[in-house]
């Protein structure tokens, strides 16, 4: 027999805290020694082919404050387009990562290779943020300012052109971009429900 609703009370939601860290990335926690290393260290492997690239940024909370315990997930095709398990896929590219920002400053980097175009997709990566103050994982993605992006299916369905470019990494150097993602106020990264 069901229980009256009347007799619980909805449990009160939590933000990851310190916990997700533990959990996903124990060594940024300081853990040693729970995996034999951590799942999802690396985006690809040695001897992946293609352009190997490293994108950098802050994820910014309202106020302008870099969070310095973000979680952040990527998942993306190899150089020619191609996921993992798909034909043809380079064994070399894991096609995700898992990785923190730095406890101190707050930057994280993404060392990986440049993403092909994809099932007509422009090249970009897949992110998923979660953090201090994020009840719900936040997705978005990374595009780049030197790949031709017109006719993206995701970037052409964003109504407010000019938040498009929140999703755009900016050419920062040699095989090298910056990429923030800013959570409110002014510049305010796009996030996707996909």
């Known amino acids: 027999m069901p229980q009256p609703l009347t007799r619980h ?7 990851g805290g310190p916990y997700v860290h533990i959990g996903c990335i124990p060594t940024f926690a300081g853990l040693e020694g729970v995996y ?10 040695e001897g992946a ?5 490293e994108i950098s940024g802050e994820v910014f909370d309202g106020t302008g404050w870099a969070l310095r315990d973000a979680m952040i997930e990527s998942w993306q095709a190899d150089a020619e387009g191609r996921y993992p398990g798909q034909e043809g896929a380079d064994p070399k590219v894991n096609g995700f990562c898992r990785f923190a920002a730095d ?14 175009r994809a099932g007509g997709q422009a090249p970009h990566i897949a992110l998923w943020i979660a953090a201090r103050g ?3 994982g936040l997705q978005t993605r990374i595009y780049f300012d030197d790949e031709d992006n017109a006719g993206d299916p995701v970037l052409s369905r964003i109504e407010q ?3 498009a470019s929140t999703l755009i990494a900016k050419k920062d150097g040699a095989s090298r971009y910056r990429f923030d993602i800013k959570l409110q106020g002014e510049g305010e990264t796009v996030f996707l429900d996909m």
């Not at 082919?49 to 690239?53: N, P, Q, S, V, Y």
């Not at 406890?103 to 092909?116: A, I, N, S």
């Open 36 to 45: 034999p290393e951590d799942l999802g260290k690396r985006a690809i492997e």
């Open 134 to 136: 994020i009840n719900v």
């Open 9 to 15: 009370r909805e449990t009160a939601s939590q933000t």
């Open 49 to 53: 082919k293609g352009e190997i690239i």
């Open 161 to 163: 052109k000019n938040r």
């Open 103 to 116: 406890k101190d400053t707050g930057l994280f980097t993404l060392r990986t290779v440049k993403p092909g």
